[in-house]
């Protein structure tokens, strides 16, 4: 296999006219310098988390809250969920705005039966939202519009949410923060999809608050995040965005930032939140799927980003080609300056937010991850012919 590819490598030169000589400058410089940015990208991540400092006493300004959810045939875990906002234990003005994604289960009847013997809850259909929105966007555009309250906070019907969580988010929004990015995680259930989901998420939101803690914010997550109503309508809605099958979370936020806003990654623990385990592979990289399909639209909002997502392709793809090449040295190299690296980020994250990730499971983890990173880079480009919850995209 080496030897067919290296001819074929070969031919491709004589092609194109080039000699091996002429040309290994400027392979090596194509793969340091993505290998750089990404391992330049690892070690200011963990500077930030270096330096990222426990939760201060939080904000007793206690200011109204709409919290809004978008759901869509969720009647297997919305009583959950009713249930978690029942128990809030926040002193200020505070609603729940539950919106009806057109389900075709028992949902709306749940919402209004909850709505009838509360009157802090509000049902809502996603009709009502904008009709030029698609998808969840078009929900929340109609719970934002039927909410009253400053603050906008966020979670999906299949999260769980303790009783500390409107409170610890709420009181986030002090010395001027307009944009809080909430912490949320898997519980380990079902398995090795799921372990592979929950140290992988884990790892991504140390890299959030590594991010945000340096006053460079890249990622939020719709399972947890709150902003200023004023700022939503500031920055025009969803509008821009319209179109995006997701890009409520991540994609918005770069729309917010563009407006020189205040943005704080919350650290109390009140305020973590339990995301859905996924129960198969299946699953799984059809969730992610949806989420790396708006990566490949990123270049237009957070050029950056974008490079950085680029590099951590390239890397992961370029030790599975060094697979096939004499090459043992650079392959031993850059799967050891990795390793290193995204453990260290692993370890100081799971520190700083008590969030234990035992070795064998942050191996099982780096092992896996390389081939995975490639594969979702490739099922990106095809998100657009997979359904959401049953609805087809047009």
Known sequence: MKTFLLLKFGTILNNLGLSSETLIPIILTLVIAPTAIYFLFLSINIIGLIFLKKEQKPSNRNPSVSVVVAIRNGEKSLNTLIDCLLNQNYSGEVEFVLVDDESSDQTISIIKDIEKRDQRFKYVSSLDGDKKLKYKKRALDAGIKKSSNSILLFTDVDCIVGSGWVSSMANSFNDGVDYVIGFSRAKFKFGLANLFQRIDFLILMFSAAATTNIKYPLASSGQNQAYKRRLFNKVGGYDKISKLLMGDDSIFLQLCLKQ????????????????????????????????????????????????????????????????????????????????ILEGLLAYIGSNKLDKTISIDSFVYWFVLNIPYVCLMCFMSFFVKFISWKKREQS
């Not at 995301?275 to 592979?281: L, S």
Request: glycine share 4%; net charge positive; aromatic share 18%.
């Open 260 to 339: 020189n806003i205040n943005v704080k990654f919350c650290m109390n623990h009140k305020s973590f939140v339990y995301c859905r385990p996924e129960k198969t592979w299946k699953s799984l990289l059809l969730q992610r799927m949806r989420w790396a399909g708006d990566g490949n639209i990123m270049w237009k909002y957070n050029p950056i980003f974008y490079l950085i997502m680029a590099s951590t392709v390239f890397v992961n793809l370029l030790i599975i080609i060094l697979l096939f090449f004499n090459w043992g040295w650079i392959l031993i190299s850059v799967i050891t300056v990795k390793f």
